[in-house]
């Protein structure tokens, strides 16, 4: 984790990024970076990954991104939270130190590193939020979608993304996925109700950003492949924003 956060160091330097650090969790620290500096006029976007401590690859793309666009970081209007769940990362854990899923804990005040989070998001807006996941059930790349009506992008990325792994497939936990594409906006209040608790996404959506992405990838296929696929969507992702 340590080599992590010094990479990530060089990128705020490269970028001229704030970095701040926000908590420390387990005994880590979490960190977020932003482009305080760009004109308010730009779309603003927002990223996160590792909320998962056992989705590596979402961690690595977004850092591997990061690296070969700093031109980019440094022109955009951004905030990047590279990893919300570091000692889930270095113990291969879903949940954190005290057994929490942070991916359902953005209601309310929040708990563990998801807390602060929240109190440094407070009236930040954002054209587009990108939340980059692992799924150990998928036999391809898919995205949940939540966006305004004209506002539909996810056919666009995933297509850029097929070169390194195919879409998946069929249904994801019980919806059928079309071309890859999972999209629900009425009714996303109750989500909660039925998986206990409020994902990044969905808080996302309705109080910040006004369209909400989560990528995934499929952890049965190679780590590099994986990471590759990260790089690609959020490359779309960058030439989407930048039009």
Request: hydrophobic fraction near 40%; charged fraction near 30%; glycine fraction near 10%.
């Amino acid at each position: 984790m340590d080599a992590v956060l010094r990479r990530w160091k060089a990128v705020a330097r490269s970028a001229k990024l704030e970095m701040e650090v926000i908590a420390e969790e387990g005994g880590y620290p979490v960190a977020v970076l932003a482009n305080e500096g760009a004109p308010a006029d730009r779309p603003a976007l927002y990223v996160s990954a590792g909320i998962h401590g056992d989705e590596p690859a979402a961690v690595s793309g977004l850092l591997e991104w990061a690296e070969r666009r700093v031109a980019f970081l440094k022109a955009a209007r951004v905030v990047i939270v590279p990893c919300l769940n570091p000692w889930g990362l270095v113990h291969n854990s879903r949940v954190d130190h005290a057994g929490r899923d942070l991916n359902r804990m953005f209601e309310g005040a929040g708990g563990g590193a998801v807390r602060p989070l929240l109190r440094y998001l407070d009236g930040r807006e954002f054209s587009m939020a990108v939340s980059l996941h692992e799924d150990f059930d998928a036999a391809g790349v898919y995205v949940y979608e939540l966006a305004r009506r004209g506002d539909y992008h996810g056919e666009e990325l995933l297509a850029a993304v097929e070169k390194e792994i195919p879409r998946h497939p069929g249904s994801v936990e019980g919806r059928r996925a079309e071309n890859g594409v999972l999209r629900r906006t009425r009714g996303i209040e109750h989500i909660a109700e039925q998986i206990d608790g409020t994902p990044e996404s969905i808080h996302l959506f309705l109080h910040h950003a006004r369209t909400a992405m989560t990528f995934e990838t499929p952890s049965e296929f190679s780590l590099y492949r994986r990471v590759r696929a990260h790089e690609a969507f959020l490359e779309g992702v960058r030439k989407m924003m930048s039009r």
